[in-house]
């Protein structure tokens, strides 16, 4: 039997034909990833959690320590409904993010959709009763060839109004990281700096209005009464970070 040549020529297999695979390495080596910073696949492509970078930022004032949060505009939960509303999604998923609402998104949902019975019913069955949007802390997500500390110190400045001149980063501390699966059911990974600032003058109304509602400086406690019971990755995150400073002694160089 006479052998087929075109199988069995390694260089009639594209795999194996050397300009091809130079092509191919050209052009991953051309992308770039927006989600973890990182050459040789896109952002859509990135099979890492989805991250966002930020500051955790505290002081001491009348002996205490104090961290600064930020209040959404509008509730994860919200912003997923109205994203996905026109989707084919599961009512268990539904549910999910109508929990996560404030009552006042969920009367805003009802009003818009009430027509629809699904809606309706969900929203009616709600049991969760928040009365504003989460807190946590300033962050956000890479602009194209952003570095990890970059991303977070524009990040923090852009939701706060605080200037980057106006805190110290405690560097030799790694920064903090938050995993977890969201209503969504998608993986996040959330990543924090640790700085210090000994400014004690508030400056709370020089925020991002378009994300944020409200700053605000808040204790250690506060901070765990005024994060929603169901953060618990975040909740941990911020007992972590306060035995940190109770143990750490802040050195200017």
Same mark, same amino acid.
């Given at each position: 039997?006479?052998?087929?040549?075109?199988?069995?020529?390694?260089?009639?297999?594209?795999?194996?034909?050397?300009?091809?695979?130079?092509?191919?390495?050209?052009?991953?080596?051309?992308?770039?990833?927006?989600?973890?910073?990182?050459?040789?696949?896109?952002?859509?492509?990135?099979?890492?959690?989805?991250?966002?970078?930020?500051?955790?930022?505290?002081?001491?004032?009348?002996?205490?320590?104090?961290?600064?949060?930020?209040?959404?505009?509008?509730?994860?939960?919200?912003?997923?409904?109205?994203?996905?509303?026109?989707?084919?999604?599961?009512?268990?998923?539904?549910?999910?993010?109508?929990?996560?609402?404030?009552?006042?998104?969920?009367?805003?949902?009802?009003?818009?959709?009430?027509?629809?019975?699904?809606?309706?019913?969900?929203? *009616?069955?709600?049991?969760?009763?928040?009365?504003?949007?989460?807190?946590?802390?300033?962050?956000?997500?890479?602009? *194209?060839?952003?570095?990890? #500390?970059?991303?977070? +110190?524009?990040?923090?400045?852009?939701?706060?109004?605080?200037?980057?001149?106006?805190?110290?980063?405690?560097?030799?501390?790694?920064?903090?990281?938050? #995993?977890?699966?969201?209503?969504? #059911?998608?993986?996040?990974?959330?990543?924090?700096?640790?700085?210090?600032?000994?400014?004690?003058?508030?400056? +709370?109304?020089?925020?991002?209005?378009?994300?944020?509602?409200?700053?605000?400086?808040?204790?250690?406690?506060?901070?765990? *009464?005024?994060?929603?019971?169901?953060?618990?990755?975040?909740?941990?995150?911020?007992?972590?970070?306060?035995?940190?400073?109770?143990?750490?002694?802040?050195?200017?160089?």
């Amino acid at each position: 039997m006479k052998k087929n040549n075109q199988i069995n020529n390694p260089s009639n297999n594209p795999s194996n034909n050397p300009s091809n695979n130079s092509s191919n390495n050209s052009s991953n080596h051309n992308k770039y990833c927006n989600n973890c910073g990182k050459i040789g696949h896109t952002q859509h492509e990135c099979i890492l959690p989805i991250i966002s970078i930020g500051v955790i930022l505290y002081r001491i004032k009348d002996n205490q320590v104090q961290y600064l949060l930020i209040r959404r505009k509008e509730t994860f939960g919200y912003c997923d409904f109205m994203k996905n509303k026109t989707k084919n999604i599961s009512e268990t998923f539904l549910m999910n993010i109508i929990d996560e609402m404030t009552v006042d998104e969920k009367n805003h949902i009802l009003q818009k959709y009430g027509d629809d019975e699904v809606t309706k019913h969900l929203v *009616s069955n709600s049991k969760t009763v928040w009365n504003e949007p989460e807190w946590g802390f300033p962050k956000g997500r890479r602009n *194209s060839g952003e570095k990890d #500390l970059d991303c977070g +110190l524009r990040e923090f400045e852009e939701e706060t109004g605080y200037k980057i001149s106006q805190i110290q980063l405690v560097d030799n501390i790694n920064p903090y990281e938050e #995993l977890f699966i969201g209503s969504n #059911l998608k993986s996040y990974k959330q990543k924090y700096y640790l700085a210090y600032t000994s400014n004690n003058d508030d400056i +709370l109304d020089k925020y991002q209005k378009s994300e944020v509602s409200k700053i605000n400086w808040f204790s250690y406690d506060e901070c765990l *009464s005024t994060i929603r019971s169901y953060n618990s990755e975040k909740r941990n995150m911020i007992k972590n970070v306060h035995k940190t400073i109770a143990n750490y002694e802040l050195i200017k160089i």
